[in-house]
């Protein structure tokens, strides 16, 4: 069965240092998102990908923050200056159409440590 | 401001019990979903519903839009069945991005 991959599973950084989180969605998809969850609190949206351009994004989702699908399979979300605030656990997730609403298939997901 | 509250936050139950987890929301919304969340952190996709109800096994989603409210209900519990239950909702304005409830921790106990 068709799933969503996410590499890695964990990152370790120090604040400050760039990220590169990455997400291989499900191969006949075409709308992409990233979510987050901060350890106890609730999942949040951080952005909606289509086309090759961000379609919707949250106020979460500030110039620190990009994506981007640099070849056919790869959608990656880039963290460019770490807080500590960053910690959390990122999820990638896609669905097939952004013509009506569709289940959304979540990858494992990245869980982040800022240092 | 958009908001999707769950009830109860916590839940133990004795295996076989029927449980019952509830939603609510503020606004006209286009989908919700349920999603089940394992300890490990991965999310799983259990349903996806507008109007009605839909069944999946043990498990059972309703949806009443007039009074802005989904339940699920899981039938003779497992204790595999403990996870946290999360309802999400797509509003009718968003173009697919979903807005999530807190969850429900559910522990089934032998």
């Known amino acids: 069965e068709p799933e969503v991959t996410q590499t890695p599973s964990h990152q370790v950084t120090q604040m400050g240092q760039e990220v590169i989180l990455r997400c291989v969605p499900i191969?006949?998809?075409?709308?992409f998102y990233w979510y987050r969850q901060i350890l106890g609190q609730k999942v949040e949206f951080l952005v909606s990908?289509?086309?090759?351009?961000?379609?919707?994004k949250s106020e979460i989702f500030d110039d620190q923050f990009s994506v981007e699908r640099p070849d056919g399979s790869n959608f990656t979300l880039k963290i460019r200056s770490t807080k500590l605030e960053d910690s959390a656990m990122y999820f990638c997730a896609s669905s097939e159409t952004p013509l009506r609403v569709h289940e959304q298939f979540f990858g494992p997901g990245t869980r982040l440590t800022v240092l | 401001k958009n908001e999707v509250e769950q009830s109860p936050q916590n839940l133990t139950a004795q295996e076989g019990e029927f449980i019952t987890i509830n939603c609510s929301y503020s606004?006209?919304?286009?989908?919700l979903h349920w999603l089940q969340q394992h300890p490990g952190g991965g999310i799983v996709s259990l349903f996806m519903?507008?109007?009605g109800k839909k069944k999946h096994g043990r498990l059972i989603a309703t949806i009443n839009i007039q009074e802005k409210h989904s339940s699920l209900h899981i039938t003779a519990s497992h204790p595999r069945d403990s996870a946290v239950y999360i309802c999400?909702?797509?509003?009718?304005?968003?173009?697919?991005?979903?807005?999530f409830g807190k969850g429900t921790k559910l522990s089934v106990k032998p």
């Open positions: 519903l507008s109007s």
């Open positions: 999400a909702v797509n509003y009718g304005g968003s173009q697919g991005n979903l807005i």
């Open positions: 990908f289509y086309n090759n351009e961000i379609s919707e």
């Open positions: 191969s006949n998809h075409l709308y």
């Open positions: 606004v006209g919304i286009s989908a």
